[in-house]
């Protein structure tokens, strides 16, 4: 087997691993999915309590059944300025492996399930797009949508700033 039959069976392994179930949601007028196992829920407004300290894109902790799950803009997080709250925002109680966190979003959309024959791998962006955020580009119903890779958009390292930075609030 030569090397470019090696990369197009690596590449169609990986798409098929991508293939599933996705949540979408819109940021501005950009519509994202987020792999529905990894979605815990989907709640409307509630109040967020700012947390100092943290980092730009943490809007803060909310009280959910009794459980303080922080909130992350993915607005902010990916350079699009901070999220205006509407009617329509949304949190999406997100479970990945290490850690539960909501997400704010726009609007959530659908769940739709993308093929592994809909599914491209993300193109280049250039240096300022983080490409280990995203899974690849899904093309479902005449539609794109950029479907995330939502263990590496949230990482631990979010929750270790935020407990850092309650752990100096002792006064």
């Given amino acids: 087997m030569n090397s470019a039959t090696a990369v197009m069976q690596n590449q169609s392994i ?8 996705y949540l979408t ?14 979605v ?9 309590t700012p947390v100092p300290l943290t980092s730009r894109y ?3 902790v ?3 059944r009794g459980k303080i799950h922080p909130i992350m803009d993915l607005k902010i997080k990916f350079g699009m300025g901070q999220s205006q709250i509407k009617d329509e925002t949304c949190i999406i109680v997100i479970k990945t492996a290490s850690l ?4 704010l979003v726009d609007k959530v959309s659908e769940v739709v399930n993308v093929a592994s024959g809909d599914i491209e791998n993300t193109p280049s962006f250039g240096a300022d ?5 995203f899974l690849g580009v899904g093309k479902t119903g005449g ?9 590496k958009v949230i990482t631990a390292l979010d929750v270790i700033n935020l407990n850092i930075s309650q752990e100096g609030k002792h006064d």
């Fill in 14 to 21: 990986n798409a098929d691993s991508r293939a599933g179930k």
């Fill in 25 to 38: 949601f819109f940021l501005a007028n950009e519509e994202y999915g987020v792999e529905i196992l990894k």
């Fill in 40 to 48: 815990q829920e989907i709640i409307g407004q509630m109040p967020i």
């Fill in 58 to 60: 943490i809007r803060g």
């Fill in 62 to 64: 909310i009280n959910l």
């Fill in 100 to 103: 539960m966190m909501g997400i």
């Fill in 129 to 133: 797009v983080t490409p280990e955020y």
């Fill in 143 to 151: 539609r794109i949508r950029l479907l995330l890779d939502i263990e």
